[in-house]
């Protein structure tokens, strides 16, 4: 998500480091101390402004949900959107998901949330695709035995790219939809900022549901 800079972003995520963590390695082990209670931990890896991850929160307070996000400015606007609700079980990261394993312990997330992540069509980018088998090993490491993926987008290329990738890694499908929004699985749905403007436009929402066989 590319937005202009802001000069404010930087300074709000540095006088807010009980909900943004700038250094998640120097955290790994103790994330569970960040929030009020024990309880399962769920990420989601590219959140953007938030939307979905501060929607997550609010509709399972027995649910820890953590949103990292690569852009700073970006990750701010999450922040500054998060803090009037002050949710005791929503926590924030700035930095590269190509890193969780050095930010996680193994085992430590109950699972994992892709929405909408920048597909890099290009054939000679596809290292940067978040689920290129490089992440899965990441993704595999820090998840629970069984832990699960679950992966939005409005793209059919990434879609394909991703059921072949996860595939092809040996993950088990637990549910492929090819037109969310007119499913079943709608019920439950909390909807991203990008899932709301592309199905706005009248483009099918794509979902995948895996684990890991680990
Ligand atoms: N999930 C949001 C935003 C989708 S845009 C929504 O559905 O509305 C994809 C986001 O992933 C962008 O904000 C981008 O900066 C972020 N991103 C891309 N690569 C990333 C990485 N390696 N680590 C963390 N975030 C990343």
């Known amino acids: 998500m590319r937005v202009k800079h802001k000069k404010w972003a930087e300074p709000l995520m540095a006088a807010h480091p009980e909900k943004m963590v700038l250094d998640p390695a120097t955290v790994k082990g103790h994330w569970q101390d960040r929030f009020e209670k024990e309880q399962p931990i769920q990420l989601e ?59 996680f312990m193994d085992h430590q997330i109950d699972k994992l949330f892709l929405n909408f992540s920048d597909p890099w069509p290009k054939k000679r980018h596809t290292k940067r695709r978040l689920t290129y088998h490089t992440f899965l090993r990441g993704y595999e490491k820090v998840v629970r035995p069984q832990g699960s993926l679950e992966l939005k987008t409005d793209n059919m290329g990434f879609f394909e790219f991703s059921l072949m990738s996860l595939n092809n890694y040996g993950m088990k499908f637990d549910g492929i939809w090819l037109d969310l929004h007119h499913s079943d699985e709608n019920a439950n749905n909390v909807e991203t900022e990008y899932e709301h403007k592309f199905s706005e436009l009248g483009q099918p929402i794509y979902k995948v549901s895996a684990h890991f066989d680990n």
């Not at 501060?54 to 700073?72: Q, R, V």
């Open 45 to 103: 890896v590219g959140m953007g402004k938030g939307q979905f991850i501060i929607g997550m929160a609010k509709k399972h307070p027995e649910i820890n949900f953590i949103g990292l996000e690569i852009e700073k400015t970006v990750a701010a606007i999450a922040l500054k959107k998060a803090l009037p609700e002050e949710l005791p079980n929503l926590q924030f990261i700035c930095a590269d998901g190509a890193e969780l394993t050095d930010f």
